[in-house]
C-alpha cells in the first residue's frame, strides 16, 4: 500500500505535540519579524498539508502567477512556505512574513473578525469544496456523544483549525449551542501527517483525528479505523479551505493580486476538468507517497470540486458569531471576501 511516509515507533503523543510544538513555534518566531513592504512584483503564500491545496500546487507546477504577471506587464517573484495550524498561519500573515494565507474557513473568520476596522484581513478564494472526516480508532466510538476523558482528538490547531470549529458545530447541533466548546479539552495540536501515523499505530494516546484528504483516505485503509462524522452531514457541500490576504496587500499591489486570482481560477478550471493531470501535479510537487490511482480514486467523485468560489461557509460564521467566537456578526459571506468577478455567487 502506497501512503505518505510518517514517522514510526511508539512514544508518547504528548512528547510527540510538545516536540511539534515547539518546532511550530520556533518557526513561527522566525517568521514573526516584520520585513519592509515591498513593491508590485513579489508575492509570499503559506500553504499547508493535503490535496485540499491542490490548486496552489497547480498554480506553482505551472507559473501561472508568473504568466498572468506578465500579461499585465509585470514579473512577480513567488515564494512559498509551508506551516501547520491556522494560528501560525495567522500568525506569520498579521507579522507582515507572508501575503497570503492558506488556512481553513475558521482561521479566516477568527482574523477577520480580530482585524475588522484595522488591517481588515478577508478572502481571496476558495480552493474548492472537500468533505472532511472526524475518524477513530476506538470501535465504541459511533458519534460524537460517545467520546470520553480518556479521548484524544488531533487537530491542526486547538480552538481555531476549521477542524476544531466543525467539531465545534456538531457539538452544537448535538447538546445546544451554550455546549458548543464541549468537546474542546479533548483536543490536541498535531498536523496531519504525524496524526494519522499515531492513529493508524494505535501506539499513543491519541484515539482520534479530524482529518482531510488524502491523510483521511489513508487512515481508513486500516481496518481499526472508522468514520465518526463526515462534515458533509453537517452543512453539505462546502468549501473548507480558502485563501485570504490584507486589504494592505490588495491596495498596495492590484496587479499582483489579480494575477494571483487569474491564476487561481485558471487552476481551478484545470484541476476540475483533469483530474488525472491534477493528480499528477500534486504527487509531483509535494513529493506524496501516494500513487495516482489512490489519489485519483479519492477526487474522482462528485464530492470533490475544485473551484475559487466559497461555498457553505456563512452557515459557520453565522454559528461563531451566535456563540460568541466572533464579536463582529457579517451579513453575508461578501464581508469577509474580498469582491472579485471570479468568485460568482458565493455563499
Given amino acids: 500500500m502506497s501512503r505518505e511516509k510518517f514517522p514510526s515507533g511508539r512514544s508518547r503523543l504528548g512528547r510527540l505535540a510538545g ?55 509585470l514579473d512577480i517573484k513567488v515564494d512559498w512556505t509551508q506551516l501547520s495550524g491556522g494560528a501560525a498561519v495567522n500568525d506569520a500573515l498579521l507579522s507582515g512574513s507572508i501575503d497570503i494565507a492558506g488556512a481553513g474557513i475558521g482561521p ?10 484595522k ?6 478564494a476558495s480552493l474548492g469544496n472537500f468533505p472532511y472526516y472526524l475518524l477513530s480508532n476506538d470501535p465504541k466510538v459511533k458519534t460524537i456523544a460517545d467520546f470520553t476523558d480518556k479521548d484524544r482528538i488531533a487537530v491542526p490547531a486547538v480552538g481555531v483549525s476549521i477542524q476544531s470549529r466543525f467539531l465545534q458545530y456538531a457539538a452544537a447541533k448535538q447538546w445546544g449551542d451554550k455546549e458548543y466548546n464541549r468537546l474542546d ?5 498535531l498536523p496531519h501527517p504525524e496524526a ?20 483521511q483516505n489513508q487512515a481508513l485503509e486500516n481496518p481499526k479505523v472508522h468514520v465518526v462524522l463526515n462534515t458533509y452531514d453537517l452543512l453539505g457541500p462546502n468549501s473548507p479551505t480558502v485563501l485570504y490576504t490584507t486589504e494592505k496587500f490588495r ?10 486570482v487569474d491564476a487561481l481560477a485558471e487552476a481551478a478550471d484545470f ?46 460564521a453565522d454559528f461563531l458569531h451566535r456563540v460568541g467566537a466572533l464579536k463582529n456578526k457579517p451579513a453575508s459571506w461578501q464581508d469577509y471576501f474580498f469582491p472579485d468577478a471570479k468568485l460568482a455567487q458565493g455563499s
Avoid at 491542490?54 to 506587464?73: F, M, P, S
Avoid at 479566516?108 to 476596522?117: K, P, Q, V
Wanted: charged fraction near 20%; proline fraction near 4%; glycine fraction near 8%.
Fill in 19 to 73: 516536540a511539534i510544538g515547539v518546532s511550530l513555534s520556533l518557526l513561527a518566531g522566525s517568521l514573526a519579524a516584520p520585513t519592509a513592504a515591498h513593491a508590485e512584483g513579489q508575492i509570499r503564500i503559506a500553504e499547508q498539508f493535503g490535496i485540499v491545496y491542490l490548486l496552489l500546487n497547480v498554480v506553482r507546477d505551472q507559473q501561472l502567477i508568473e504568466k498572468h504577471g506578465k500579461e499585465a506587464g
Fill in 108 to 117: 479566516l473568520l477568527t482574523i477577520w473578525d480580530r482585524t475588522h476596522g
Fill in 119 to 124: 488591517q481588515n484581513v478577508k478572502g481571496v
Fill in 185 to 189: 479539552k479533548y483536543t490536541v495540536a
Fill in 196 to 215: 494519522t501515523s499515531a492513529l493508524t499505530s494505535g501506539a499513543t494516546e491519541l484515539t482520534a483525528h479530524f482529518s482531510n484528504p488524502p491523510f
Fill in 251 to 260: 491596495t498596495e499591489n492590484p496587479k499582483t493580486y489579480q494575477a494571483f
Fill in 271 to 316: 484541476a476540475q476538468h483533469d483530474k488525472a493531470a491534477a493528480a499528477e501535479t500534486y504527487i509531483r510537487v509535494t513529493g506524496a507517497k501516494i500513487s495516482k490511482e489512490e489519489l485519483l480514486k479519492i477526487i474522482a467523485g462528485d464530492d470533490y470540486q475544485f473551484s475559487v468560489t466559497p461555498k457553505n461557509t456563512y452557515p459557520l
